[in-house]
C-alpha cells in the first residue's frame, strides 16, 4: 500500500505547527515535499560520518542521538550519553572498535613514521596515540591491538572519569559500560571487555 502524503507529511505539519506558525503558502509547499519512509531500527546510524546528505531527515517518532568529533579532536558524545542515560534510562554503552580502522591506523603512522597530520585530522587522531603506545607496550603492536587498547581506554573514561550521572548509574546497577571489537570480514563482535564488577547491573 502506498504511503500517501497525507499519512505522513500532514501529521508531521501538524506537530510543526505546534511550535511556529505557517502560511497557507509554507503549508501547502510543505505537503507537496516529496518524502520517502525509513524505518530504522536501534542502534542504526541516520546518518555517519562522510555521508553526502542528500535527503532532509525528519524524526517522527522515537528518539535520535547525535555524535561527532569537534575541532579540538574530542568526540561530541559525552552529552548524548549523559541524556541517554539520566533522562531516557538507557541501561548499556557499548563502546565498539572496528577492524581495519582508519583514524587508529594514523595514529600508528604518527608513532611509528613520524606522520603529521593537518589541522582537525591531527587533532582527531592524537587522543588516540596513548592508546597505539599502550597496545606496543603490551606487546601486540597491531592495528587491532590499538583500536582494542583505544576501546579500553574509552571505556575506563566512562567507567573512571566521566560526568556524576554516568558513574552513578554504574554504581547502582543501572548502567554498563562494555567494549567490543567488530571484525568486518566477518561480522563478529568480541565483546572483550564486559566489566569486571558487571555483577552491579541488574538485568531487570
Ligand atoms: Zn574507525
Redesign the pocket.
Given at each position: 500500500m502506498p504511503v500517501l502524503s497525507e499519512d505522513i507529511l500532514a501529521p508531521a505539519l501538524k506537530r510543526l505547527e505546534r511550535r511556529s506558525a505557517f502560511s497557507d503558502v509554507d503549508r501547502s509547499v510543505f505537503l507537496s515535499l516529496p518524502f520517502f519512509v525509513k524505518t530504522m531500527s536501534p542502534s542504526n546510524y541516520i546518518i555517519r560520518e562522510q555521508d553526502l546528505t542528500k535527503n532532509c531527515c525528519v524524526l517522527l517518532s522515537g528518539f535520535a542521538f547525535r555524535s561527532k568529533v569537534v575541532g579540538n579532536g574530542g568526540r561530541q558524545i559525552l552529552g548524548s550519553l549523559e541524556f541517554a542515560v539520566s533522562v531516557l534510562g538507557v541501561p548499556l554503552i557499548v563502546v565498539m572498535?572496528?577492524e581495519g580502522?582508519?583514524?587508529?591506523s594514523a595514529a600508528m603512522s604518527v608513532v611509528n613514521k613520524g606522520a603529521r597530520f593537518p589541522g582537525n585530522i591531527g587533532k582527531m587522531v592524537e587522543p588516540i596515540i596513548p592508546a597505539v603506545l599502550e597496545a606496543a607496550r603490551l606487546g601486540d603492536a597491531t592495528l587491532e591491538g590499538a583500536v582494542r587498547q583505544n576501546v579500553a581506554h574509552a571505556v575506563r573514561e566512562l567507567r573512571e572519569d566521566s560526568a556524576p550521572t554516568l558513574i552513578d548509574a554504574q554504581a547502582s546497577g543501572r548502567l554498563l559500560v562494555v567494549g567490543a571489537y567488530y571484525a568486518l570480514g566477518t561480522g563478529e563482535v568480541d565483546f572483550f571487555d564486559t566489566g569486571a564488577d558487571s555483577s552491579a547491573f541488574k538485568t531487570s
Amino acid at each position: 500500500m502506498p504511503v500517501l502524503s497525507e499519512d505522513i507529511l500532514a501529521p508531521a505539519l501538524k506537530r510543526l505547527e505546534r511550535r511556529s506558525a505557517f502560511s497557507d503558502v509554507d503549508r501547502s509547499v510543505f505537503l507537496s515535499l516529496p518524502f520517502f519512509v525509513k524505518t530504522m531500527s536501534p542502534s542504526n546510524y541516520i546518518i555517519r560520518e562522510q555521508d553526502l546528505t542528500k535527503n532532509c531527515c525528519v524524526l517522527l517518532s522515537g528518539f535520535a542521538f547525535r555524535s561527532k568529533v569537534v575541532g579540538n579532536g574530542g568526540r561530541q558524545i559525552l552529552g548524548s550519553l549523559e541524556f541517554a542515560v539520566s533522562v531516557l534510562g538507557v541501561p548499556l554503552i557499548v563502546v565498539m572498535g572496528h577492524e581495519g580502522c582508519g583514524a587508529v591506523s594514523a595514529a600508528m603512522s604518527v608513532v611509528n613514521k613520524g606522520a603529521r597530520f593537518p589541522g582537525n585530522i591531527g587533532k582527531m587522531v592524537e587522543p588516540i596515540i596513548p592508546a597505539v603506545l599502550e597496545a606496543a607496550r603490551l606487546g601486540d603492536a597491531t592495528l587491532e591491538g590499538a583500536v582494542r587498547q583505544n576501546v579500553a581506554h574509552a571505556v575506563r573514561e566512562l567507567r573512571e572519569d566521566s560526568a556524576p550521572t554516568l558513574i552513578d548509574a554504574q554504581a547502582s546497577g543501572r548502567l554498563l559500560v562494555v567494549g567490543a571489537y567488530y571484525a568486518l570480514g566477518t561480522g563478529e563482535v568480541d565483546f572483550f571487555d564486559t566489566g569486571a564488577d558487571s555483577s552491579a547491573f541488574k538485568t531487570s
